[in-house]
């Protein structure tokens, strides 16, 4: 992929820009009247506006499924369905969202060198592409169950990583996270926020997410594009994340701003990423190409964004091998985040592993796992009428909630913070063995319970 191309005027940016209401208008495949439904809009990102009928009998759902929860969803058209619908097992993943929070770390040694880095331009490159690289694994179009109230992931024996992630609210979902090595530590609050559209579904990844560099105490927040899950029910499901992500030095000043182009017919511009890192000044330092599903590249630029003679495109990140055929998806990385191999010595029954409905979906069994889900559902209805009956609330045990709030541009949430004792926790179990399949799933044991 050639390097981005400026306007007279204003560069990169502005061209890229003006760009997005051409793709956007060349997305907007609607099927009006089909099958009798209205207003349904079926998009083939490899096909055009002609095969849109034919796409629309495509994708996993039967026919009777499909007609069924068609008529349920249309009335929460324009809603956020986050936490709203109760859904069928045969769209999910044997993995939670806790876990799929962890997927970030598996390139992780991105930071590791951008810890080491003495140039901040090129420190940044490295943390951008650390944060691009999950967008391969963010494709998947099976849905991660959310957790349960108290839930906990766990990760070890990856980079030299310690990574924790706990379900701190249920009405609105949201969740925490903390990782740490000897190069950086990251910490992220996420309240998803959903819209859907009918046919489709907007989500928007309402949160915050830092990362210190721990050689010079640098300070790296980001903030990503949302991302738009394509034929829920009708065609066969795809994934894009159209539109600007930032990451900003906030010690320094300096950020780099990368643009995910949107899929136009037959699948134009997808999966492309073009962007600057600039400096405090806003001067464009360097120029950042690639795609998001294959690899990113960098050159050093002059202030007009153009690449400096005697340079050339260096790639920086590329996709790691994956398995052939695999039925959800998955990366190996994704295998070993759902392994007892990348567990801690004496796991928190709170684990996600040991979820009995994501257990039995692993194993194929999809009418346990749906019992399962169901039981652990009305088990926390049942523990949530017990506190209210008690004038009790729930806190988290591993996060604790802070004053502040950060703004995003698609809503406000309130920040959690990691308090530092699960170090505790861990070091006082490292000698500890236990057989970890063993264990019962249970995340009310840990929560915090207290009068309000």
Partial sequence: MGSPKKNEKKGFIAAMTSGFSMFGSAMS?????????????????????????????????????????WKMMQKYIGSDITSMVTLPVIIFEPMTMLQKMAELMEYSYLLDQADECEDPYLRLVYASSWAISVYFAYQ???????PILGETYEMANHGGISF??????????????????????YDVTSKLKTKLLGNSVDVYPVGRTRVTLKKDGV??????????????????TWVDSPGEMVMTNLTTGDKVVLYFQPCGWFGSGRYEVDGYVYSAEEEP??????????KISYQPCDTEGEPLPGTELKEVWHVADVPKNDKFQYTHF????????????????????????RYALEQGDLSKAGAEKHSLEERQRAEKRTRET????????????TEEITSTPWGDIEIYQYNGKYNEHRDAAASSEVNLKSIEFN????????TE
């Fill in 334 to 357: 994704a295998h070993k985040i759902n392994s007892f191999d990348t567990a801690p010595p004496k796991l928190l029954a709170s684990d996600s592993r040991l979820r009995p409905d």
């Fill in 285 to 294: 330092k360097i120029m950042m190409t690639g795609k998001w599903n294959e």
């Fill in 140 to 146: 998947r179009t099976w849905k991660p169950f959310n």
């Fill in 164 to 185: 924790l992630s706990e379900q701190v609210s249920h009405h609105p979902p949201m969740s925490a996270g903390h990782a740490e090595n000897e190069h950086f530590t």
């Fill in 443 to 450: 995340p009310w044991q840990y929560g915090n319970v207290s």
């Fill in 390 to 401: 008690k004038g009790q609330k729930f806190t988290p045990r591993w996060f604790d909630l």
């Fill in 29 to 69: 495949r609607s099927v009006n009247g089909l099958l009798a439904y209205e207003g349904v809009e079926v998009i083939n990102p490899e096909g055009g506006k002609e095969d849109a009928e034919e796409e629309a009998q495509r994708g996993r759902w039967k026919d009777e499924e499909r007609d069924s929860y």
């Fill in 219 to 236: 300070v790296l927040d980001l903030v990503p594009p949302l991302t738009k899950v394509h034929n829920l029910i009708f065609g066969r």
